[in-house]
Every structure is written in structure tokens, then in C-alpha cells.
């Protein structure tokens, strides 16, 4: 696993626990390279973003007890992959995001200026 830390270089916070989020599914955004996907940003969940994700081709709000998903709703933490989110902003669709809770393996893939247009923790 990298070292968790947020995209402050510092401790990085946990994303959520009910339901427990990310790629390792220990409540935080951390990540290695086994996650492809990137799962490393925090996410407040909107219903408008659940429509959006479902569209896409990814559905968040049905439950897969198989794989101990309980589904998502409004109001949810979720780690999302970096991905997906930035091609969220792209469209106008990008959900709010928690930075202390964000790892810092997401700027890879988005710039911190457009995860700070939508920060929660910052604004």
C-alpha cells in the first residue's frame, strides 16, 4: 500500500465507514498499484452523481451483498476513482470533494485547482 497521505502531504483522513469505502475497503482512499482504477478521491454522494455514474455504465445504488456492497445514497462518503471523477467535472456532473480525505495519488490524474473548485473542506 503507498503511504497515506492526503493530497496535502499530509495524514490522509478516512473517507467513510458506513459503508466502509475504498479499494482496500479500510474506510480511506489509499491505493498501490493494484488499484487500476485509482479509487483515491473522497466523495460527498449526490443523487444527481449516482444518475450520472448509472448512465455511464456504473451503477452505485444497487446493493451487491456478494461482493459486501450495500449500494450507495445521497449524503454517502465514497472513494471514486480519479477517473471517473474528472471526467464528472468535464461534464458538469463533478460530485463535492473532501481534500483531507483525498490521496495525494489523485493528482496523478486530476489537478488540485479543479478538486479545489469543489472541496468541501476548504470552501
Known sequence: MDESLNV???PLVPCGSDP??????????NTSDQDLGSHTVC???TKEFLEYSRFRG????????DFGFPGLNPGDSWCLCAARWL??????MAPQVFLARTHKRALEIVAL???????????
Open 43 to 45: 466523495i460527498k454522494i
Open 113 to 123: 485547482e479543479k478538486l479545489k473548485k469543489f472541496a468541501t473542506d476548504i470552501n
Open 20 to 29: 466502509v469505502t475504498g479499494f482496500f475497503r479500510d474506510g480511506c482512499c
Open 87 to 92: 471526467e464528472a467535472f468535464e461534464q458538469d
Open 8 to 10: 496535502f502531504d499530509e
Open 58 to 65: 456504473n451503477d452505485l445504488t444497487t446493493p451487491m451483498p
